[in-house]
């Protein structure tokens, strides 16, 4: 076996005994990488030399005792909308082709400083606006399940490498689904925190009051291991969280016993696939018999949320992306007046679904729409984190399915934006509410495809989500691998 | 200026204030505030718009902005909030600046302002923080953006703290438009919070003006004047829009809603090509920054801070006793001049005499030096004022002495002693100079004999001389009418 499947806390603890240097780890992790990156298209700079580097000096703390913790010499990916710090940066946009940033983003500071060996740049949808990563700028990631099929997205390209072997974990950013919805498409973890818990200093915004970085993993305890190290107050986020941090591995072996647990009853029906609604159920019989009461509560703005999300969500980045203007980096079209300039710039800069949400959003926020769309999006907002909040009065967590589909064929939505939309129905309510939640594998269907599980909990309620989490994953024991994988090998 | 409106019209003025906090770092970022700098050293991944950069507040601009409302008697918000105002500008590193919106810093305030011999009461809407722009140099004929070739770019100023006061428009002649603009001026000068140079840019102002036939109470259509450098231009530009409005509609033409553009040299305001339209500027709430919340205590503590400001200095010196001008003078002054006249009063000076000789000679003697150094204390001035009180020597000799003081020769009475400033306190002295000055003078005895009673004061002047201005005048003249009979 590769050691390229290893999980972080198996590839630490060999580490830790000697049995495998971090120089060999990370080459069974590049040789996957070569083995499915023509397949998969999971990286966009996949940045080896860098990595040996931090591998061998990985393999000199450990040697001398001093390793810096649970990440030192573990090979991990970050999707593409994370500033590094003279590695390109581009958020799959070919208006940032060929731009080097002059600073890390604060979770890469991070990750560095825990001695994590940072493997690359991983594939998006252009500026994390996309459900398939099919709206990258350079060309699709595919799922290795089924490279017929999309990762889902945004961050398919850090889900799809999890799920591949070409990294150990992967960080994504999600702002409505795009950490939970590709790792519920390619069988992996994948955790949104509280919004505040992770700094959004150096992640390229969309809509910044709902994006939030998280980890991709294979197994649960693994998430929480990277959350730990990622999370924590930063000075250069004005809404990073200030007070006590939440604890995600407080409780991963406490079980369910005696939780409530709160199934939304909007979170189902018409547009989930059979097979999905039947792994939830099976999901919830197993959470029971673990001995968790299990109750039915509604959401009724779950219904709404979708479309507030696409009020808001635009309506930020509109002005998020105002800055993309030819002037001081990436992409200028030269033309006769600045002004001119700024236009070709970005009309051939940004791709046709970033172009049309940066439309919505400025028509969203203009004078004589402003109160019907974005004013009244704000009020609806307002709602849902109000329902939410008299849930977890009643619940101690809430679950509903990661994704209403398994992943679907390459080009089946692209046409259609709204169906395209709707891939991330089960998700968006978190990102209003700035509440965590995580996706779980808990099985495949009858076509090998990857079904999740997604598990929400109160702000600030890491560890009882990942307490919930963890009865989910040993439930549902979910050991598969992809084909792709085996077939390389 | 003289200036009289045109007849059966009022114009109806509102200032709009544009202060650059000199805070020791930018508004949401870490960079150095200064000025002239070579371009673009002053700059980070924050006040240059890269991807990925946040914005995080500076509570030294938050503090000061309280202090400037506090000054302008507003109510200072519990919690306020910033927006995002949208326009493409490439100076504009974001393509949005962060301002505030519906709810400002500070709100609901006054300045009463002296103004032809009155005072009149203009109220202050509000004072909202944001952050200023970068600069732009186009190059090319004429330094105009439409003729321009290429454009610099220096962001050394993008980000720098900005605090825009807005007033209602409760002014109504270019005199108080430019009373207002200087004691606003005086005021932010005063708090320390700005240079508050016109010339650097870091205080401007833009006029919104309209008019209205006097017996009218709805207003008139508004136009934005900018471009004025110095305080005498701000009331040339209003006085010409003024008459200008009113010449137009008299001419049955109508006023546009736009913004004209001050010429100082051709004393003209010129209207921009106009395509602005109204600017929708998409303001909303300004994700990457919660609420800046100021408790009472927060408050108190910046209020405690509040200096004295001229207004109430003014007031202060004039319920002493101080003349009316000089009093306005002196609320003025560099405070080592005000702290000087504090400190006299302090050691026994009339305030009123005090005030005198600090706006007077004091100053007069700094000027004719050359320097801002005041080289003398409050007791030394104190006890100087005291010796010409008491006659210890002229009012004349008091001048010498006092640039001796100013000098460092040390103490006013060892200056005066030293420099033989002293008048003569021995009337048996000035007796023997009044006699021999009427020995030497039959001439002029004869004539003041004859009816000629002004020729006594040649004989004082006489006996000063004789004494080398030693002799108390007083004295002389009593001898001399004593001995004239």
Redesign the interface.
């Known amino acids: 076996m590769s050691h390229a499947d290893l999980t972080i806390s198996e590839a630490a603890a060999a580490l830790r005994a000697g049995s495998l240097t971090a120089g060999d780890l990370l080459e069974d992790v590049l040789e996957r990488a070569s083995m499915t990156e023509a397949d998969l298209h999971a990286y966009l700079t996949l940045d080896a030399d860098r990595a040996r580097v931090a591998a061998g000096r990985s393999d000199e703390r450990i040697a001398a005792g001093t390793p810096l913790g649970p990440l030192d010499g573990i090979p991990i990916a970050l999707k593409d909308n994370m500033c590094t710090r003279s590695v390109e940066t581009t958020c799959a946009s070919q208006i940032l082709a060929g731009y080097h940033p002059p600073y890390d983003a604060t979770v890469v500071r991070r990750l560095k400083e825990a001695g994590a060996v940072l493997t690359g740049k991983t594939n998006l949808d252009e500026f994390a606006m996309g459900s398939s990563t099919e709206n990258s700028g350079y060309g699709p990631t595919r799922n290795p399940w089924n490279p017929n099929r999309v990762p889902g997205g945004s961050s398919g390209g850090s889900a799809a490498a999890v799920a591949a072997g070409s990294a150990l974990a992967a960080l994504g950013s999600d702002t409505g689904g795009s950490i939970r919805q590709p790792a519920a498409l390619c069988g992996v973890v994948g955790v949104k925190p509280t919004y505040g818990v992770v700094s959004r200093y150096g992640l390229i915004a969309f809509g910044s009051s709902l994006d939030q970085i998280g980890p991709f993993t294979r197994t649960v305890a693994d998430a929480a291991t990277v959350l730990g190290v990622i999370a924590g107050h930063d000075p250069l986020d004005a809404t990073s969280w200030r007070g006590d941090y939440p604890d995600p591995t407080a409780a991963l072996e406490s079980g369910v016993n005696g939780m409530r647990i709160g199934v939304i009853r909007e979170l189902d029906g018409e547009g989930y696939e059979p097979e999905v609604t039947h792994a939830s159920r099976r999901t919830l019989d197993a959470l029971s018999d673990a001995g968790a009461e299990i109750v039915e509560v509604s959401i009724p703005t779950c219904d709404v949320a979708l479309s507030t999300y696409y009020l808001i969500a635009p309506a930020e980045a509109s002005a998020n992306l105002a800055r993309f203007d030819g002037i001081r980096y990436g992409l200028r079209v030269p033309g006769a007046t600045t002004e001119e300039m700024m236009a070709k710039t970005r009309g051939e800069g940004f791709g046709p679904e970033v172009t049309r949400r940066i439309l919505l959003g400025t028509y969203a926020l203009s004078a004589g729409y402003y109160d019907a769309f974005y004013g009244q999006a704000q009020k609806v907002r307002t709602l849902v984190k109000r329902e939410f909040a008299a849930a977890y009065t009643e619940v101690d967590a809430l679950v509903s399915p990661a994704s209403p589909t398994v992943a679907f064929e390459l080009d089946a939505r692209t046409s259609d934006p709204l169906a395209m939309y709707l891939s991330d129905v089960c998700n968006i309510p978190a990102n209003l509410t700035g509440h965590p939640a995580m996706t779980v594998p808990v099985g495949l269907d009858s076509q090998g495809l990857p079904i999740g599980f997604q598990v929400m909990a109160p702000a600030l309620g890491e560890a009882t989500m990942f307490r919930v989490a963890a009865e989910v994953e040993r439930q549902a024991d979910f050991t598969a691998r992809p084909e792709l994988i085996r077939v390389s090998s | 200026m003289s200036w009289k409106s045109p007849d059966g019209w009022e114009a109806v003025i509102g200032i709009e204030v544009h202060v650059e906090l000199r805070t020791a770092s930018k508004m949401f970022c870490g960079c150095r505030v200064a000025f002239g700098q070579e371009p673009n050293v002053d700059v980070c991944?924050t006040c240059?718009?890269?991807?990925?950069?946040?914005?995080?507040?500076n509570v030294q601009a938050i503090e000061w902005i309280s202090l400037i409302g506090l000054a302008l008697n507003c109510t200072i918000s519990e919690q306020s909030v910033f927006h995002?105002k949208?326009y493409?500008y490439?100076d504009l590193?974001?393509?949005?600046q962060i301002s505030q919106y519906d709810i400002p810093v500070c709100h609901d305030g006054w300045l009463d302002v002296d103004v032809d011999g009155g005072t009149v009461r203009i109220g202050i809407e509000r004072a909202h923080q944001e952050e200023d722009t970068g600069k732009s140099l186009h190059l090319g004929d004429g330094g105009r953006i439409h003729a321009a070739r290429e454009?610099l770019?220096d962001f050394n100023r993008s980000g720098v703290p900005l605090v825009e006061i807005v007033s209602r428009p409760d002014i109504r002649t270019p005199a108080q438009a430019k009373a207002y603009a200087q004691q606003l001026r005086a005021v932010v000068a005063e708090l320390g919070v700005s240079d508050a140079r016109l010339e650097e840019g870091s205080i401007r102002f833009d006029a919104n003006i309209s008019v209205r036939p006097v017996e009218q109470d709805e207003l008139g259509t508004k136009v934005e004047i900018k471009n004025m450098n110095s305080f005498r231009s701000l009331e040339r530009a209003v006085a010409f829009e003024i008459v200008r409005q009113v010449g137009e509609i008299e001419a049955g033409g109508t006023i546009v809603q736009e913004t004209r553009h001050w010429d100082e040299e051709a004393g003209v305001t010129y209207g921009m090509r106009t395509k602005e339209g109204?600017s929708?500027y998409?303001?909303?709430t300004e994700?990457?920054?919660?609420p800046i919340v100021i408790d009472a205590d927060w408050r108190a503590e910046i209020a405690s801070r509040l200096p004295e400001l001229p207004a109430t200095r003014r007031t202060r010196y004039s319920d002493a006793g101080v003349d009316r001008q000089v009093a306005q003078v002196l609320a003025d002054a560099a405070p080592e001049l005000r702290g000087l006249y504090d400190a006299a009063v302090e050691a026994g000076a009339e305030p009123r005499v005090a005030a005198n000789w600090v706006t007077g000679e004091v100053t007069g003697w700094m000027r004719r030096e050359d320097t801002e150094v005041v080289s003398i204390d409050g007791t030394r001035l104190a006890s100087l004022l005291a010796m010409v009180a008491e006659g210890m020597v002229s009012a004349s000799a008091a001048k010498e002495v006092l640039d001796g003081v100013m000098l460092g020769e040390g103490e006013p009475a060892a200056v005066a002693e030293a420099r033989d400033l002293l008048q003569m306190t021995d009337t048996g002295a000035i007796e023997q100079a009044v006699e021999a000055v009427l020995a030497a003078n039959p001439d002029a005895v004869e004539r003041y004999r004859n009816g000629e009673a002004k020729v006594v004061g040649f004989l004082v002047g006489q006996v000063m001389r004789a004494t080398q201005g030693k002799a108390d005048p007083k004295t002389a003249n009593a001898l001399l009418a004593q001995k004239l009979g």
């Open positions: 991944p240059l718009g890269l991807p990925g950069a946040l914005p995080v507040p995002r949208n493409f490439a590193p974001k393509n949005y454009t770019l109204s929708d998409r303001y909303f994700p990457d920054l919660t």
